[in-house]
């Protein structure tokens, strides 16, 4: 018999193929099978069943964790998986934990940090996970302000040793995912100290626990740092405190690729920046782009199939009610949503691109990209990971009360989802990184300097300056010409309006500080434009598939038209559109939305998420919401008993006193 599909109508509706949608979405059909078929391999495995955690103790949860990840790694071993196969396993497992933090930042930083010999010494082991490491950068006392750091590695050259050391309570290492309860090496983050003389923060490896009894190595004070947000969600991962009490480590243990010491203690600085200490941080931002839009994908699979399921007001004649997805408020905050999933999918893929190929450039000495993608990762991390812990708060309300169970999976991936606008990187801090990039760029306009890369439209200041829209009706504004140049006219506008009341101040400084609200603005406005320009660019490749690539024309201008209805008054304060022409694309942006209608189904399927890894009864791929929401609160422990535990002691005695008091 054929299963029930309560979404088959929606899903004959579709205009395009959906098949090579998926593709699409993957990044190439190899992508797409190797995807699905270790998304099915996770969801048909019980060992990683998800469904009950929120239920969980910490310990519990905790020890659910460490046997996710053992048998992880025995699928990883046993079915030979490659190293991108078990990256997708990790994350369809979907449960945070110390693995995320040795494969995503402990390995990441002695690669990019550590020298040949340290390569050849440290990753095999790392690699067959004999030693388990974590990335211990943020104290109590500091996390934003890398340079803050108290931790002290002081070079004794009697003894070619560092000693590690924390001086004081704030400069406990507090945070570190993996650190509190299992790895048993870290890199830590710590000043390093030659000859009396400080040179700043450096990486040196760390053994924390014993590998035959997982003790903590005397000195080493290690513990994880207490419950967080939410139940279930991030309380999977044991993040750690640490203090040292002048722990002693051999002298090749500091990742030397950026500085070296030397046998007798001098500090030699090599031909590399020294923001290359910062490397792994640019790396992790740069997945981060990549893990939004999958984040962003999830919740709105969820919103959308739930809204074309529920049914409010409007029934005609008896007839069915109206489906919520075909209320224009629903779509006005549903389809933008799916529109930027899609593009946070393509600037990753760009960003990623980009990343290799900074990384390569470095190898080969060139350092001449890093400012850029400095800017580029601090920037889309920041935008990407804001909008989608606010996005999944809006779909979580676009699902109504409903949403707010905690089976609609919506409370958990708020809750998992939401520090990622403060790690890597607190969002405004990085946001400003990126209006520092931006002001010397615009510094530099007239030195004769040609702005490349993200930044190349501002060579073209001159035209963008002083160039009028040229929008006349609400369909000119699909021309993408037309968009491309008021994205990148309100991004050099406020720019160089920026600039030119930093240029106010006698101190600069004083100026960035005074204004930052303005340049976080502007960093966001320049954000904007690559998202938009990467997905315009997108479009110009080949796309097969019937119907594919109108889809996501149709997406672009609702993406693109979604952000300038919404950032209005920055595009009209600037001269680059009019008011009217501001209405006009509002007028283009309701027509667009019609046209999403019909597909918002399928254009969700594309993403192939499971069951499984989706985790929501409102999301699920069949529809059929009210049944399951019904089956499903009668697992719910409280259901165990009819009369609830507490009855006797608390709920009796006050009922009874009711009763008594009523008859008095
Ligand atoms: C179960 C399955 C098993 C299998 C598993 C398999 C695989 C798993 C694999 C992978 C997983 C992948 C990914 C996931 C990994 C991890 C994610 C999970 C959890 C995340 C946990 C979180 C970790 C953390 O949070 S780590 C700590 C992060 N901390 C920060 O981000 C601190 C933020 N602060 C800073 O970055 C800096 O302090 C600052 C704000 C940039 C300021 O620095 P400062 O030195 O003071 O610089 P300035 O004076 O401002 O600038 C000087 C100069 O330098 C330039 N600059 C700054 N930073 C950089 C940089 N990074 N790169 C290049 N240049 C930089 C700056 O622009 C300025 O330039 P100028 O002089 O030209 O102006
Ligand atoms: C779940 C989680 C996992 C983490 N995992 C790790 C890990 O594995 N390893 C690790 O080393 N760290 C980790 N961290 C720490 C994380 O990197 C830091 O919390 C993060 O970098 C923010 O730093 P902070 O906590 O010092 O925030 P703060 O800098 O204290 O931020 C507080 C407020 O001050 C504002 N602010 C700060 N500086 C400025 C400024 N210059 N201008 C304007 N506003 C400013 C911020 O915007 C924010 O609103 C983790 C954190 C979390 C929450």
Redesign the pocket.
């Known amino acids: 018999m054929e299963a029930l599909d309560y979404h088959a109508e929606e899903r004959r509706k579709a205009e395009f193929n959906l098949d090579e949608m998926k593709i699409v979405w993957a990044g190439s059909r190899r992508n797409y099978e190797l995807s699905d078929r270790v998304a099915r391999l996770v969801a048909s495995d019980p060992v990683f069943r998800k469904d009950n955690r929120t239920m969980l103790t910490r310990k519990d949860l905790f020890k659910d964790t460490l046997r996710k990840a053992a048998h992880a790694w025995k699928r990883i071993i046993d079915l030979r998986l490659s190293e991108e196969e078990a990256n997708m396993l990790r994350s369809y497992v979907d449960q945070p934990a110390f693995t995320d933090?040795h494969w995503g930042?402990f390995i990441p930083a002695i690669k990019g940090q550590g020298t040949s010999e340290q390569h050849e010494k440290w990753l095999p082991m790392a690699y067959k996970m004999q030693i388990i490491g974590?990335?211990?950068?943020?104290e109590l006392g500091?996390?934003?302000?890398v340079q803050g750091l108290e931790t002290t590695a002081t070079f004794d050259p009697q003894t070619d040793e560092f000693d590690l050391h924390s001086p004081t309570l704030t400069s406990s290492?507090?945070?570190?995912?993996?650190?509190g309860k299992v790895s048993t090496h870290a890199v830590v983050?710590a000043r390093l100290i030659t000859g009396g003389q400080d040179h700043g923060v450096h990486g040196f490896i760390v053994q924390l626990r014993g590998l035959d009894d997982h003790l903590p190595l005397p000195g080493i004070t290690v513990g994880d740092i207490g419950m967080?947000f939410g139940s279930g969600a991030?309380n999977s991962?044991d993040?750690g405190l640490l203090r040292f009490d002048h722990v002693r480590i051999p002298r090749n243990q500091m990742l030397m690729r950026v500085s070296q010491v030397t046998r007798e203690g001098k500090f030699v600085q090599s031909d590399v920046p020294r923001q290359l200490v910062y490397g792994t941080m640019v790396y992790v931002r740069q997945t981060i782009v990549s893990d939004a839009s999958c984040a962003l994908a999830r919740a709105v699979c969820i919103a959308t199939r739930y809204s074309a399921v529920r049914r409010q007001f409007g029934s005609q004649n008896g007839g069915p009610e109206i489906q919520v997805i075909d209320y224009k408020t629903q779509q006005s905050r549903l389809f933008p949503l799916l529109a930027s999933a899609y593009a946070f999918r393509f600037v990753g893929e760009w960003l990623k691109w980009l990343y290799t190929d900074v990384t390569q450039r470095l190898q080969a000495n060139d350092f001449s990209t890093l400012p850029e993608a400095h800017a580029c990762t601090a920037g889309l991390k920041s935008m990407t990971t804001s909008v989608t812990a606010d996005a999944i708060e809006e779909c979580r309300k676009l699902c109504g009360g409903h949403g707010y169970l905690s089976n609609s999976g919506l409370p958990e991936l708020f809750a998992v989802y939401i520090?990622t606008c403060?790690?890597?990187?607190?969002?405004?801090?990085l946001l400003?990184q990126v209006a520092r990039f931006l002001m010397k760029t615009v510094s530099q306009l007239g030195s004769g300097k040609k702005p490349v890369g993200t930044t190349a439209y501002m060579g073209r200041a001159e035209h963008l300056m002083q160039c009028r829209c040229e929008v006349e009706m609400a369909q000119d504004w699909l021309k993408p010409s037309t968009i491309l140049e008021a994205f990148e006219a309100r991004a050099v506008r406020m720019s160089i309006a920026c600039a030119k009341s930093l240029g106010k101040f006698s101190n600069p400084e004083d100026g960035f500080?005074e204004l930052?609200p303005d340049l976080v603005e502007v960093a966001i406005a320049h954000c904007q434009l690559i998202v938009v320009s990467k997905f315009l660019e997108k479009l110009q490749q080949d796309i097969p598939g019937k119907g594919v690539k109108r889809q996501l024309e149709i997406l672009c201008n609702v993406y693109a038209l979604h952000l300038l209805h919404k950032h209005l008054g920055d595009f009209v304060a600037t001269g680059c559109i009019t008011p009217n022409q501001g209405a006009l694309a509002n007028e283009q942006l309701r027509l667009l939305y019609a046209q999403v209608r019909p597909n918002a189904i399928a254009l969700v399927d594309a993403f192939n998420y499971t069951d499984h890894y989706l985790g929501s009864i409102l999301g699920c791929y069949d529809g059929n919401v009210y049944q399951k929401l019904y089956q499903e609160a009668w697992k719910d422990p409280l259901n165990d008993t009819v009369v609830p535990d507490g009855y006797l002691e608390y709920l009796r005695p006050i009922l009874k006193q009711h009763i008594r008091t009523a008859r008095l």
């Open positions: 933090l930042m974590c990335y211990a950068q943020t500091h996390g934003s302000n290492k507090w945070w570190p995912g993996g650190l983050y967080k991030y991962m993040n520090p403060t790690y890597e990187g607190d969002n405004v801090v400003l500080a930052s």
